[in-house]
């Protein structure tokens, strides 16, 4: 299985008056985000559809994406932060073909390391790819990681 795992956009800084989950893009995380959906668009993407946490910038984000590859989306509220393997593995099979999936630190690098054994930086707007073999401790292999500045700066020249 090819596994695409995106952490979502730049987003506002916490604060104690507004819950986790309401935290948004920076405006500056949108036009990232939105110049990185056309370089993944350019990617010719074999995902089914984009799925997302239900925090709003992680919906925020899979919206941006979809739009441009012109995929479905979907949430579910296990992708929150914090989520394991084992619930990751539980909402990958509703779907017949792997999509997309946008979601938080520090899920994605403790997945990332569990079925690759690869500590790896992953700022917002990262997109990590995975070849599942088996879903287990290293029964995957990091196949990419792409950076976002990298998908950024392509995404600018494509217009």
């Known amino acids: 299985m090819q596994l695409y795992l ?4 730049n987003a506002e800084p916490g604060t104690r008056h507004r819950p986790d989950a309401e935290r948004a893009l ?3 995380g949108h036009v990232q985000v939105e ?21 709003v910038r992680a919906r925020q984000t899979r919206d941006v994406v979809a ?37 938080h630190q520090p899920s994605i690098g403790q997945i990332t390391f569990e079925l690759t054994g690869g500590r790896v930086a992953i700022p917002p707007g990262t997109v ?5 073999i088996q879903w287990r401790k290293n029964g995957g292999m990091l196949t990419a990681i792409y950076p976002p500045e990298s998908l950024a700066v392509l995404g600018r020249a494509i217009r």
């Open 6 to 9: 995106m952490r979502h956009g």
């Open 26 to 28: 920076t405006p500056e």
């Open 35 to 55: 110049q990185q959906a056309r370089a993944l668009a350019q990617l010719r993407p074999t995902w089914g559809s984009v799925v997302s946490s239900t925090y």
């Open 67 to 103: 739009r441009a590859v012109g995929l479905k989306t979907h949430q579910d509220a296990v992708l929150r932060p914090g989520c394991s393997l084992d619930d990751l593995e539980e909402v990958l099979q509703g779907f017949e073909t792997p999509p997309l999936v946008v979601f």
């Open 128 to 132: 990590i790819h995975i070849d599942v």
